[in-house]
T-cell receptor, first 112, second 113 residues
Framework: NAGVTQTPKFRILKIGQSMTLQCTQD?????MYWYRQDPGMGLKLIYY???????DKGEVPNGYNVSRSTTEDFPLRLELAAPSQTSVYFCASSYRLLYEQYFGPGTRLTVT | EDKVVQSPLSLVVHEGDTVTLNCSYEVTNFRSLLWYKQEKKAPTFLFMLTSSGIEKKSGRLSSILDKKELFSILNITATQTGDSAVYLC?????????????FGQGTILTVHP
């Protein structure tokens, strides 16, 4: 099992550009999550999903969109990137809500 | 607003020392508290605590929850350089926020040889 994989590992965006962060898990987990982590801070939940076709907002959803068309994939879309979105983004999955979450390696995004 | 506060923010010890990390929380509802270890990259799960007073243990690490006083501690005995990491505490507030973890800012632990 590869676990949770994320692409890309690093990305630099210009203000106003858009991009999609990819997340895939091969553990057949129903629950998937997107977090962001700013320097010296804990993780903040952006969006989560309890299964294909079902998503819900977390603590900091503004400026992001998600979709969940399959169990395996949970992409995060940034529209009109802003410097405030400079962060490290982690995708995670779990078998059940709030059971042990498995994290991907993260995507470091810089918006300049 | 739900809040999770960890202390100390950073800690430097020598191998063999014992450390205690603290996590206090204020949430409208409470379902569980989780501890994670974060080295260079992604957090890895350590413990999930739901019941007060019951210690969870894994090797040299242990954790306990006090739901009356709204805090948890993570103990690491006989520390090793490999324990150097950021330790994150998170709370599941339950209720209508079920599943939405609130994280503390983390404690940076540095273990010197």
């Amino acid at each position: 099992n590869a676990g949770v994989t994320q692409t890309p590992k690093f990305r630099i965006l210009k203000i106003g550009q858009s991009m999609t962060l990819q997340c895939t898990q091969d553990m057949n987990h129903n629950y998937m999550y997107w977090y962001r982590q700013d320097p010296g801070m804990g993780l903040k939940l952006i969006y989560y999903s309890v299964g294909a076709g079902i998503t819900d907002k977390g603590e900091v959803p503004n400026g992001y969109n998600v979709s969940r068309s399959t169990t395996e994939d949970f992409p995060l879309r940034l529209e009109l990137a802003a410097p405030s979105q400079t962060s490290v983004y982690f995708c995670a999955s779990s078998y059940r809500l709030l059971y042990e979450q498995y994290f991907g390696p993260g995507t470091r995004l810089t918006v300049t | 607003e739900d809040k999770v506060v960890q202390s100390p923010l950073s800690l430097v010890v020598h191998e063999g020392d014992t450390v205690t990390l603290n996590c206090s929380y204020e949430v409208t509802n409470f379902r569980s508290l989780l501890w994670y270890k974060q080295e260079k990259k992604a957090p890895t799960f350590l413990f999930m605590l739901t019941s007060s007073g019951i210690e969870k243990k894994s090797g040299r690490l242990s954790s306990i929850l006090d739901k009356k006083e709204l805090f948890s501690i993570l103990n690491i005995t006989a520390t090793q350089t490999g324990d150097s990491a950021v330790y994150l505490c998170a709370v599941d507030p339950g209720g209508t926020s079920y599943g939405k973890l609130t994280f503390g800012q983390g404690t940076i632990l540095t273990v010197h040889p």
